[in-house]
């Protein structure tokens, strides 16, 4: 079936250093990939996404691109900061309806 | 922006409590999800519904079940709560059932179950 795979974390790192978050997937098909984070307290809230080969996600300074060779969405930024703290899940949909299958997310620690 | 309200941000029941999680949203969105969410296990879809009175299990259904009677609002149902329920519980919505659709997602409801 299909599924999802992140490093583990936590991961922590110094303010400005650079964040690569690994994700690989299994999944039939063309799925869309999305990067959802969550900050301490709240729900998910998308971060980006990418709905074919070579697309490119960015936002907030957070870029992923969709490697269909590689099977890989990883999560990059070239400069964290305290406020990235946050646990980053990785997600596909399946081609069935719209429903979002994560991997079992990475907590991320940004220390000052 | 879309809202995702869950009636409750913290809940604790005692084993064998029928549990009631309420979720609305205000964006007349069409699916409707249940996932939990376990430290180390991601989120889990549990239930989810594509319409009004329409409900599909999904990965962990055991224990649960839902209602949807209105558009805007879909609840999980403990029916006897026990222990191994104890978890952090996600409402979210899309708008359609396109692969591209993302989901919104509420705060969150902890469940502790003793």
């Known amino acids: 079936g299909n599924s999802v795979t992140q490093m583990e974390g936590p991961v922590t790192l110094s303010e400005e250093a650079f964040l690569t978050i690994n994700c690989t997937y299994t999944?039939?098909?063309?799925?869309?990939l999305f990067w959802y984070v969550q900050y301490p307290g709240e729900g998910l809230q998308l971060l980006l996404k990418?709905?074919?080969?070579?697309d490119k996600g960015s936002n907030k300074g957070f870029e992923a691109t969709y490697r269909k060779e590689t099977t890989s969405f990883h999560l990059e930024k070239g400069s964290v900061q305290v406020s990235d703290s946050a646990v980053y899940f990785c997600?596909?949909?399946?081609?069935?309806?719209?429903?979002?299958?994560f991997g079992q997310g990475t907590e991320l620690s940004v220390k000052p | 922006d879309v809202k995702v309200t869950q009636s409750s941000r913290y809940l604790v029941k005692r084993t064998g409590e029928k549990v009631f999680l309420e979720c609305v949203q205000d964006m007349d969105h069409e699916n409707m999800f249940w996932y939990r969410q376990d430290p180390g296990l991601g989120l889990r879809l549990i239930y989810f519904?594509?319409?009004?009175?329409?409900?599909e299990k999904g990965d962990i259904p055991e224990g649960y079940s839902v209602s949807r009677e209105k558009k805007e609002r879909f609840s999980l149902i403990l029916e006897s709560a026990s222990t191994n329920q104890t978890s952090m519980y996600l409402c979210?919505?899309?708008?359609?059932?396109?692969?591209?659709?993302?989901?919104?997602f509420g705060n969150g409801t902890r469940l502790t179950v003793t």
């Open positions: 990418a709905t074919k080969a070579d």
């Open positions: 999944a039939t098909g063309y799925p869309s």
């Open positions: 519904s594509y319409d009004v009175k329409m409900k």
């Open positions: 979210a919505s899309s708008f359609s059932r396109r692969n591209n659709s993302p989901l919104h």
């Open positions: 997600a596909l949909s399946d081609n069935q309806g719209g429903k979002l299958i």
